[in-house]
């Protein structure tokens, strides 16, 4: 099993997210979760939107946590193999360069980081 992770806008007159783009590496392993948690300091809910305005911290704390502090998430390694520290950083850094192609005109959209949502 694994996240399906998404970003989204909301469709104006409607309680609807719009998918409108997915991160290089979209998917990362559920073995994972204790880790993302615990260097995001998120207790995330999968399935659920989240503003990308108020997540963003968590998510570049994340990545600066398993970039300057990985030993210190080795201990979240899953006991299958399935998933490293590398492997969750290579998702928040994924998730992270697409927060940016949508909020910065490298795609045809420009979206203001306010208007853009993300789910696990």
């Not at 990308?52 to 968590?58: A, D, Q, S, T």
Request: hydrophobic share 35%; aromatic share 14%.
């Amino acid at each position: 099993m694994s996240y399906d992770l998404r970003l989204g806008v909301k469709v104006e007159g409607l309680d609807v997210i719009a998918v409108i783009a997915e991160p290089e590496y979209s998917s990362p392993t559920y073995n994972l979760s204790k880790m993302f948690r615990a260097c995001m300091d998120w207790d995330y809910k999968q399935g659920e939107w989240y503003n990308v305005k108020e997540v963003l911290p968590h998510i570049e704390r994340g990545i600066h946590e398993l970039k300057f502090n990985s030993k210190a998430y080795k201990k979240y390694n899953p006991e299958n193999g399935w998933g490293d520290v590398s492997s969750a950083l290579e998702a928040l850094e994924s998730l992270a360069k697409c927060i940016e192609n949508q909020t910065n005109g490298w795609t045809w959209q420009d979206i203001p980081l306010e208007h853009l949502w993300m789910r696990w």
